[in-house]
């Protein structure tokens, strides 16, 4: 954790959930809510409404998964940063590996994304994180710094940005980096923010995301430069999540 940070766990729910379940998840994360973490679910686009609807006013937050770096225009089947923000979201996965990889966004598009995001008033979490030949050719610093650097908009610091470094490897493995290298690679992260905007690097936050479980929390939440995590599938359960939270203190 990062002293004068209030740790986040957001949690991605992907492509998963219609309108009673999503609603049911989304109340029984707001029921157990409880700690000083900050706690944001990012549900499908098409529950960003009604979750924000039954979220206001509560300790959980909504975010989105993805949205386009245009306000509004002829882009078939995207959602802008206004219309989240207009549905109730206060946040945005961007740059996912998911998307990354499925959809071939590269850092200038990312960045851009990131760019519409704060004009919209919603706080980007901005994820990066290397392809496993990379840690194994013992690059993935240079990789992930390289994300960085390229991915990251001006306004990101004034904005209070997320950074989510996701290991491509680790998603939905049920495998992670070491401890050690984790906090390696945060501490060049905080290094980079902290070159970059040197008003706010200090403490903006740093996620971790890649088989996050309520096993291995406590450990990884612990390690200096971690200001929370970024949660895939252990945000569809509940107390999965909640346990999650609960490390955070
Ligand atoms: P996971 O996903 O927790 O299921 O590994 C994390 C993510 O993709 O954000």
């Known amino acids: 954790m990062t002293p004068g940070t209030r740790p986040m766990i957001a949690g991605n729910w992907k492509m998963h959930g219609l309108a009673a379940d999503g609603l049911a998840l989304a ?10 973490a900050e ?12 979750l924000a609807g039954a979220l206001a006013g509560t300790a959980v937050a909504v975010g989105g998964q993805d949205c386009h770096m245009a306000a509004k225009g002829a882009h078939t089947g995207d959602v802008s940063a206004p219309m989240l923000a207009d549905a109730g979201a206060r946040f945005v996965i ?3 590996s998911e998307r990354r990889g499925a959809y071939r966004e590269t850092d200038p598009t990312v960045r851009a994304k990131a760019e519409a995001a704060i004009a919209a008033g919603l706080i980007p979490i901005v994820c990066v994180g290397e392809p496993e030949d990379d840690r194994l050719l013992a690059r993935a610093e240079e990789v992930v710094a390289a994300q960085v650097a390229a991915s990251l908009p001006e306004g990101f610091g004034a904005a209070g940005g997320v950074v989510a470094y996701e290991p491509v490897w680790a998603i939905g493995t049920g495998r992670t980096p070491t401890e050690a290298d984790i906090a390696a690679m945060h501490a060049m992260i905080r290094a980079r923010l902290v070159a970059a905007f040197p008003g706010q ?17 406590a450990g990884i939440l612990a390690l200096p430069n971690v200001d929370g995590a970024l949660v895939g599938g252990a945000s569809l359960v509940a107390e999965d999540f909640l346990a999650i939270a609960a490390a955070a203190g």
């Open 39 to 50: 706690l944001v679910v990012c549900p499908p686009a098409t529950l960003v409404a009604a």
């Open 94 to 96: 961007l740059g996912h």
């Open 27 to 36: 109340h029984a994360v707001k029921d157990g809510a409880k700690g000083q």
């Open 201 to 217: 690097g200090a403490t903006l936050r740093i996620l971790y995301g890649g088989s996050v479980k309520p096993a291995n929390a």
